[in-house]
């Protein structure tokens, strides 16, 4: 169970959340979507810890995410049950693909032999459509879909129990994104993962989600099951899902 | 008023700056008690840090050493003391120039190298990676580039001095008619157990610093291009006057009288 309540987050004299409430029963797979910039990635490291933010409230398992210090063991705990993938893929580009997929596997507490690591990315790479012969590539060789798909690879590599998808399919072609779709779906039914994802694909959304909030203003404008989106009678998220130019949200921002 | 109270803003940002250095200083050393540690990562360190530097130290000072007995031979005639050559190349060498040369060419190839790496690391979220992967980058980029660094750089300045003393020797005995014999012995006599020890503590001081440095300013880049190309022109300016710095006052401590 993730917990947001009033979470607030500026830079400098932008403020990019205003008081965001969210909750994500464990198991389930919840879809935030919301438009460029609103702080859909903020909001992700926010839970991670990575961003603090500057009032309210995280508590993932009961656990106060702020409170975490850096650095420290029980910070190391509570990271080592998530898995992230990055909107820019955050490849480390001085590993090959393989150790970068088995990059928990190969150090710290889930450490096993080198050659069971290689085995395991080599499966985790398979199941993303990537063929073996990229594991001893480095990322800098490979196409943007490809590092995207590396790095969703690295996110389930150790078969976390809380998985953020940071624009999982965005770059991907339509079956590729199909893929993905199917594999984000299968983690949350078969491994019981709680995910969060993050998509500006309309087809995604229905694929993966089992809720969806909309992210808009600083907060959560919607919140509900995916069956309820296409008639929440919300005018907002019916534009945003229908795509429209005319509507209460404004093209530039 | 608007004058003083510019000076005052600038002298409390610097003392921030040196407090934040200190902080992070302490943070690094204090993980070399704290596992994990990442072996692998020090010894790809000591590889780049040390071994590859060979060439650029060797360059650097066998010239040095070289224009070095030049000039001391032109000056030393003007009083007929043309004799000194081996002495001072041996003095000038392993208690400054060593150090110092080749202290300026790390903080020249190994902080910019690491400055920009790990801003780009940065930038690219890479460090965030890190995090989430359970890693703490301090432990796995900072101590093993600040430790080998600090490690390497002794072996590298007696390199540098060796090779220095050499270019002098090759000078010498080729160009200005020294005995061969004679200016070895001239110059194994005359150093101290000290001028060897403040050679090489200073190295270490200096490669500590250079690390540092270029750890420092590259967790702490600015975003985009921009922010590499700051991090990495930051690093290198502070760590070379660091080092010169620290050369004065390790000077003075170690030979002051
Ligand atoms: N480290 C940072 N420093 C300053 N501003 C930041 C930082 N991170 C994010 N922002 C700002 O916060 C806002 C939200 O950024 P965020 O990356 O969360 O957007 P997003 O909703 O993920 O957009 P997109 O869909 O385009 O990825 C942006 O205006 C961005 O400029
Ligand atoms: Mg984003």
């Known amino acids: 169970m993730i917990n947001l309540i009033g979470v607030h987050k500026s830079f400098g004299p932008k403020d990019v959340l205003r008081g965001v409430d969210l909750s994500i029963p464990k198991g389930e797979s919840m879809v935030i979507i919301g438009g460029s910039g609103t702080g859909k990635s903020v909001l992700l490291k926010s839970v991670l810890g990575l961003i603090a933010p500057d009032k309210g409230e995280i508590t993932v398992e009961g656990l106060d995410v702020t409170r975490l210090r ?184 | 008023m608007r004058f003083l109270a510019t000076i005052g803003a600038a002298i409390l940002g610097m003392l921030a700056a040196i407090g934040r250095v200190a902080l992070f200083a302490a943070d690094t050393i204090s993980h070399i008690l704290r596992p994990p540690w990442y072996p692998r990562e020090f010894v790809t360190q000591i590889m780049q840090i040390g071994y590859f530097s060979l060439p650029v130290v060797g360059l650097t000072t066998i010239f040095t050493g070289g224009a070095l007995a030049l000039q001391i031979y032109a000056g030393g005639a003007r009083f007929s003391a043309e004799a000194v050559v081996p002495q001072i190349v041996a003095i000038g060498m392993v208690r400054e120039l060593g150090p110092v040369l080749v202290g300026l060419m790390i903080a020249a190839r190994v902080t910019s190298s690491i400055a920009a790496e790990i801003a780009t690391m940065k930038v690219t979220e890479q460090i965030d990676a890190l995090v989430t992967l359970s890693t703490n980058p301090m432990k796995y980029l900072t101590l093993p580039r600040v430790l080998a660094a600090t490690l390497v750089m002794p072996v590298l300045v007696a390199v540098g001095d060796i090779i220095g003393i050499m270019g002098g020797y090759l000078v010498g005995v080729n160009r200005l008619g020294f005995n061969a014999a004679t200016y070895l012995k001239n110059t194994l006599d005359f150093l101290e157990p000290l001028d060897i020890v403040s050679s090489l503590s200073k190295g270490a001081v200096f490669g500590f610093v250079a690390a540092l440095m270029g750890c420092y300013f590259g967790m702490r880049s600015g975003r985009g291009a921009q922010g590499v190309g700051a991090a990495t022109k930051g690093a290198v300016v502070a760590a070379s006057v660091l080092i010169l710095a620290a050369n004065f006052i390790l000077t003075e401590l170690f030979f002051a009288a």
Do not use: C
Request: charged letters at 25%.
């Open chain 1, 70 to 253: 850096q650095g420290s063991s029980e910070r190391d705990a509570f990271l080592a049950q998530f898995g992230m993938l990055f909107q820019g893929g955050a490849l480390f580009d001085s590993l090959h693909v393989w150790e970068n997929v088995a990059f928990r596997l190969l150090r710290g507490s889930l450490k096993r032999p080198k050659e069971e690591a290689r085995a395991i990315a080599i499966e985790k790479l398979r199941r993303v459509g990537l063929t073996p012969d990229v594991a001893d590539l480095f990322p800098a060789e490979l196409s943007g879909g490809m590092q995207k798909r590396v790095g969703l690879a690295r996110a389930i590599a150790a078969e976390p129990q809380i998985i953020f998808f940071d624009e999982p399919t965005t770059g991907l072609d339509p079956i590729m994104s199909g893929v993905i779709n199917d594999l984000i779906r299968e983690i949350v039914v078969e491994m019981g993962a709680t995910a969060m994802t993050i998509t500006h694909d309309m087809t995604s959304v229905r694929a993966i989600a089992d809720k969806v909030a909309m992210l808009h203003g600083g907060k959560i404008r919607w919140t509900g099951p995916v069956a309820d989106m296409d008639d929440s009678g919300d005018p907002y998220l019916t534009q945003f899902i229908t795509g429209s130019a005319e509507g209460p949200i404004e093209a530039v921002r």
